[in-house]
Antibody
């Protein structure tokens, strides 16, 4: 069974750093791109970027380029999303999801449960 | 960058009625890379339709997708109580539309 299990909720202060994780299981982790999606409170889905776990190549949305870093460790089938300096506006649920085919353009077919990040002083 | 615009923003219907949701792209999209998702409160999104018209695994046949180029449609033939949710379109596995909320009238 394909599963993406994300790390737990985080409460941070502005300016702090953070890395959240997404562990894949039940499939060959290096064969499928992983995407990250933000959902701010009461708002829609925003695509942040994606990574090919086989070689860690990445694509970012212009809206998030330079603000977050997406990485992966294929040895432990885990993708990461990290911030070096959080802002209150980073408060949101973050989802990881697996692209359904071998192409980065394919739709995402499996989703993690989401990680709630709260940034508040 | 391709922008996806969904309409209407909210659709108020009764169970058993037909729902027609629209997604318009600012530039032509390859149908093979167009998808629809459903999201219920407190849940992660779920893939409904991929390749513009293919139902994902386990999706009931009352859901259907159509369209090409810049205009795509998601149709729910007869709304069931569990279908009241927010629906998003997506292109090239990246940008989403702003969503259409299907609510009980």
């Amino acid at each position: 069974e394909v599963q993406l299990v994300q790390s737990g909720a985080e409460v941070k202060k502005p300016g702090e750093s953070l890395r959240i994780s997404c562990k894949g299981s039940g499939y060959s982790f290096t064969n499928y791109w992983i995407t990250w999606v933000r959902q701010m409170p009461g708002k829609g889905l925003e695509w942040m970027g994606r990574i090919d776990p086989s070689d860690s190549s990445t694509n970012y949305s212009p809206s998030f380029q330079g603000h977050v870093t997406i990485s992966a460790d294929k040895s432990i089938s885990t993708a990461y999303l990290q911030w070096s300096s959080l802002k209150a506006s980073d408060t949101a649920i973050y989802y990881c999801a697996r692209h359904g085919g071998y192409s980065a353009y394919d739709s995402v077919d499996y989703w993690g449960q989401g990680t709630l990040v709260t940034v508040s002083s | 960058e391709i922008v996806l615009t969904q309409s209407p923003g909210t659709l108020s219907l009764s169970p058993g009625e037909r729902a027609t949701l629209s997604c318009r792209a600012s530039h032509s999209v390859n149908s093979a890379y167009f998808a629809w998702y459903q999201q219920k409160p407190g849940q992660a999104p779920r893939l409904l339709i991929y390749g513009a018209s293919n139902r994902a695994t386990g999706i009931p046949d009352r859901f259907s997708g159509s369209g090409s180029g810049t205009d795509f449609t998601l149709t729910i033939s007869r709304l069931e109580p569990e279908d009241f949710a927010v629906y998003y379109c997506q292109q090239y596995g990246r940008d989403f539309g702003q969503g259409t909320k299907v609510e009980i009238k």
